[in-house]
């Protein structure tokens, strides 16, 4: 691939750009938001500015309710050979553009599986994609040229393909991420009004699980709308779930001994199976899920301590997988949960120790 064109600089295109940039395709990047544009064009993602058209492949990274209207005038002014989108639903943008008229045999609907909870150009990075499966639902439709570019796109963002048929698509990402974005946010608004005193040790717990309720109202109203039966149906299983859930802890709460043995067996086999649900989580780079060894470290609230962590564990030898810092207000230390290959633990708490950090047993 030569060239390309990225519609909509935010998060996913500007990521997009940056990655192909980064392998030396010419890209040309547009926005409806002016100041987006300017400042996509400033991270390095690309020009501004009418392309020879046409492209090799143009990349529509907008809201899904824009998908069809922005490929449909794409292709009015054949602006590529082929076309491609990265919206987080499937089916409906596909319906739309058929309806529209977008000529099938060069578009291929995508998604890639990675994101942020930030918006906008300034949130884009050029490895978003690194190891993360990339979906592509082509129909009998679509022409083996698309097909082809799109794979390209995928490989030069150093991704992984995989291909699904578009309402498959859908259902399986509204059990793995629309619906678990609706819980998150459902999580963090209990918290919009918690006292001083819980908000001060809320800790890496609830963190984890309320992170991606910070993403963009108005972006998730887009993606939960185009898919709203499908999580709709998840909602409802996760209602029956918690609805047990509460019936259990009130038993446990109750004077009936009865109740509450029962209630603690129900509870424990909930719990169980979130242990078995969560074991289906692949781990980094879509890989599965590895078991690795945790090497904590006490540093000091100073600047550069933790570059000079990193470096000290660089000089051990030792690759970070996976890195957590807990750090309390007012306190002058921090904690830092290092993630390692279990055969490298020991060796580096070892020489981490020569060095003289503090590493927690
Ligand atoms: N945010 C994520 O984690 C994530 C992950 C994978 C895929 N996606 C999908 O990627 C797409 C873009 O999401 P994002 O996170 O980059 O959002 P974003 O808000 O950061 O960027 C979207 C951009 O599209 C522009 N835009 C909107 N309508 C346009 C139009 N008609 N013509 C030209 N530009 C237009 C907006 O001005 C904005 O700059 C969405 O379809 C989303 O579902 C998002
Ligand atoms: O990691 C995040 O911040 C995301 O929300 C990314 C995430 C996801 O649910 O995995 C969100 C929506 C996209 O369509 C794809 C990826």
Known sequence: MRTAAVIGTGLIGTSVALALTRRGVAVYLSDRDESVLRTAASLGAGQVGDPVVPVDLAVVAVPPAYVATVLEEAQRRGLATTYTDVASVKAGPQAAAAAHGVDQKTYIGGHPLAGREVAGPLAGRADLFDGRPWVLT???????????????????????????????????????????????????????????????????????VTRIAAGDPLLWQEILSSNAAAVADVLEEYASDLSGAVIALRALAGDDADKRDAGREDLVALLRRGNAGHSRVPGKHGAPRAVYATVTVVISDAPGELARLFAAVGAAGVNIEDVRIEHSPGQQAGLVTLQVAPDSADRLAERLGERGWTVQS
């Open 138 to 208: 082509p129909t009998a439709d679509t022409g083996r040229d698309a097909l082809n570019r799109a794979l390209e796109l995928i490989s030069l963002c150093g991704a992984v393909p995989v291909v699904m048929d578009a309402a498959d698509h859908d259902h399986a990402v509204a059990l793995i991420s629309h619906a678990p974005h609706v819980v998150s946010v459902l999580m963090a608004a209990r918290l919009e009004h918690a006292s001083e005193d819980a908000a001060r040790i809320a800790g890496p717990g609830v963190r984890d």
